[in-house]
């Protein structure tokens, strides 16, 4: 499949970390340290045992949340105060990716891991959040994150989307698995930073040898979407 293959989407769905800003900015880096700090500090360990922890949990329970909440029973909302409380500044609007988003002809939503408040503060400061017909965050899949099967078809009964008509597109390669299993269309965001000190399994993909139920990659999300017009 191919993007002359898309004339028949009408629903595009969108990652937001490291999907709808670039992954090779050092953005996504504040959480990642954010969340060793308070890892370190609810599990009383020093931050290097603390963030063996951390990636555990996320190659285990699909976020590090999840890991938190099944093994400590933690409550998730100090947890995601704290570690979506970051500086912005270091991501800049991209007017082409506006245009773009814009263009697309249907409905468009956001299907994060992060929470509520991460995709309106990060949507909001892209200055693409209004784009969007609808927002599905960790809170709104009982915590129960992607690559799991379940939030899938929450989402997809929530909006009402047939699968068949849905595009989606991720950085997280597993992530892409179940959309494909339904029946969407798929496209993989790839990253040129060098992210081999990320567990294999979770880290943003580098383009060489993608599996496949990746239908079609890029690393300018941007430019690929305003080449479909
Ligand atoms: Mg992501």
């Not at 570690?83 to 697309?104: N, R």
């Not at 959309?179 to 040129?192: F, Q, R, V, W």
């Amino acid at each position: 499949m191919g993007p002359a293959d898309l004339n028949h989407i009408d629903c595009w769905i969108f990652d937001l970390d490291n999907t709808l800003y670039s992954g090779d900015v050092n953005f996504f880096a504040q959480i990642d340290k954010k969340m060793t700090a308070f890892l370190s500090r609810y599990l009383s360990l020093p931050p290097a045992e603390a963030r063996i922890i951390q990636k555990q949990y996320l190659v285990e329970y699909g976020t590090t949340l999840s890991g938190l909440m099944a093994v400590h029973n933690m409550d998730p909302a100090e947890y995601l105060h704290y570690v979506h409380d970051i500086d912005l500044d270091v991501l800049a609007p991209d007017p082409k990716l506006y245009t773009a988003l814009e263009s697309l002809p249907g409905r468009k939503f956001i299907f994060t891991n992060g929470s509520r408040t991460h995709a309106k503060n990060v949507g909001e400061h892209l200055n693409i959040y209004g784009l969007f017909d609808g927002i599905f965050a960790i809170e709104d899949i009982d915590y129960v994150p992607k690559p799991k099967r379940a939030p899938y078809e929450q989402f997809v009964k929530a909006f009402d989307i047939d699968p068949a008509y849905a595009f989606m597109a991720e950085d997280s390669v597993r992530n892409l698995e179940v959309p494909k299993e339904m029946g969407m269309a798929t496209l993989l965001i790839t990253s040129d930073e060098d992210w081999s000190h990320e567990p294999k399994e979770s880290r943003p993909h580098d383009g060489e040898n993608v599996p496949d139920h990746v239908d079609m990659h890029t690393n300018d999300l941007a430019r690929w979407l305003l080449a479909l017009r």
